[in-house]
């Protein structure tokens, strides 16, 4: 599949823990420009806060449709923290986080336009 197939892709994505910290889980749905859904993703990932587990589902996600070649996304998360970190807005005071958003911030780049509401 390539850029030419989707003009760009929707990802819902939500990560979440039982606790602050506790047992957490990851959930991601993809879909085209025509609303199409592509995949879905979903998985435990251990005891992580439930801000960690945000960044970890954006993480997954980015890796899953990375086969796609799409250069446009439109990403939807609830997470305020996160948006606002990704956007620059909030500074990063956790060094668990900064170390997923170096990573997901690196994956981000690669794409021309990155739409985050």
């Known amino acids: 599949m390539t850029e030419e ?3 760009y892709l929707k990802i819902y994505f939500d990560g979440g823990s039982r606790g602050n910290p506790g047992p957490s ?3 991601a749905v993809v879909y ?3 609303d199409k859904k592509l995949e879905e993703l979903s998985a435990h990932i251990g005891e992580q ?3 960690v587990a945000e960044y970890i589902a954006l993480d997954k996600v980015l890796d899953l449709v990375e ?3 799409c250069r446009k996304i ?3 998360t609830d997470s305020k923290l996160l948006n606002n970190q990704i956007k620059k807005v909030w500074k990063i005071k956790d060094s668990g986080i ?3 958003y170096l990573k997901v911030s690196e994956k981000l780049s690669k794409y021309d336009l990155v739409d985050l509401r």
């Open 49 to 51: 806060t439930n801000n």
């Open 74 to 76: 439109i990403l939807f």
């Open 67 to 69: 086969k796609y070649h």
């Open 32 to 34: 085209d420009d025509k």
């Open 98 to 100: 900064l170390k997923i």
């Open 25 to 27: 889980a990851v959930g």
């Open 5 to 7: 197939n989707y003009g």
